[in-house]
């Protein structure tokens, strides 16, 4: 008959602890990330919805050396130049507006900007704060109540900032955003974007998608509120 080894107290914990390490037990945790679907996160420009003095959507016009002037407004050039305030403080408020896109059903994922900043700036900088950041005229989806800087939504960084929700966009419905500038009489120009990012859902051409792990219905239902899941 064959000989059978027992194992000694020791061995016999030290196969427990790598069995328990290995299943994760014993405090080591795993993390996945859940991206949205595959090569359908999308981004769209947001454009100068009306002409306000210090405002110009047509880089090279009058109004982008004038500030006194009324500002261009654009529904296809997404660069904004802002002008200083008249006195030091904060300038006029513009707003930003989104065009409808009716070929898709979205899914709000986040709100990025892009400013440009001087290396070595001759004046003291301008500072672009965002505020009222909402989807067809419905509640704030920032979690700010007043105007808040740029740098919280800057392209570039790990993760977008947090919103209070995250709705379907359906034409004809549209986003839109509060700007507004804060700096010095001779603080200089400032030129920026922003951009408004979204999963798509449903495309009227090229059919539904599978979606994030977190725009899935299951994962975004709400006890209370006004979300509805798509």
Known sequence: MPRTSRMSPVELASQKINRALTDGVGGLQFTAQSPPGIGRLIRIPFYLA???????AEIGQLAAAIPALAGTASTVQPVVLMQPPVAPGVTPTAILRTPQI???????VGFEASVKTEVLPAAPPMEVCFSDFQIGGGANLFVHEDFAPASIYLMGQLSFAGLRDYPLLRSPN?????????GLIAS?????SCNLVCE???????GAHIPGAYARPGAMVRQGGSFVTG
């Open 200 to 206: 798509i859902l449903q495309d009227d051409n090229y």
């Open 50 to 56: 009306n002409a306000v003095a210090g405002f110009d």
């Open 188 to 192: 200089l120009a400032k030129a920026f």
């Open 174 to 182: 549209v986003a839109e955003v509060q700007v507004q500038g804060m």
């Open 102 to 108: 009716s070929w898709a059903i979205l899914r709000i």
